[in-house]
């Protein structure tokens, strides 16, 4: 039996049960990409790499994705020529109960006071 040929364009994600909490901490605690996460979490839906304005050089902006994809937050997938990012909420509301929403709600309550909102 073969399996199906893998596209060099699939990119690595954990399993859920691989997501580790540090990992997920670690890459929330970059302003950037809590922004990023928080953006994704407003629209509730699938956005492009490009759509975020980041004020950081596009080989940043990979990185940024990547630690996101890597540690479990965000799972990218390509649609044509696209990169489509989008969050992976239910698998860490099943793995840290509460944890996201208390985060995103934290991140939000700073921005307001920081006038960043």
Known sequence: MTSP???SRDLPHPASEEIRLEAVLHAL????RLN????LAAVGDEL???HFDLPV????TTHHFRVLRESGVIRQIYRGTAKMNGLRKDDLDGLFPGLFDALLDAA?????RLGNA
């Open 5 to 7: 040929a893998v596209s």
């Open 29 to 32: 605690s970059d302003p950037l």
């Open 36 to 39: 990023i996460v928080r953006e």
């Open 48 to 50: 492009s790499c490009s």
């Open 57 to 60: 050089t596009k080989s940043t």
């Open 108 to 112: 939000a309550r700073q921005a307001a």
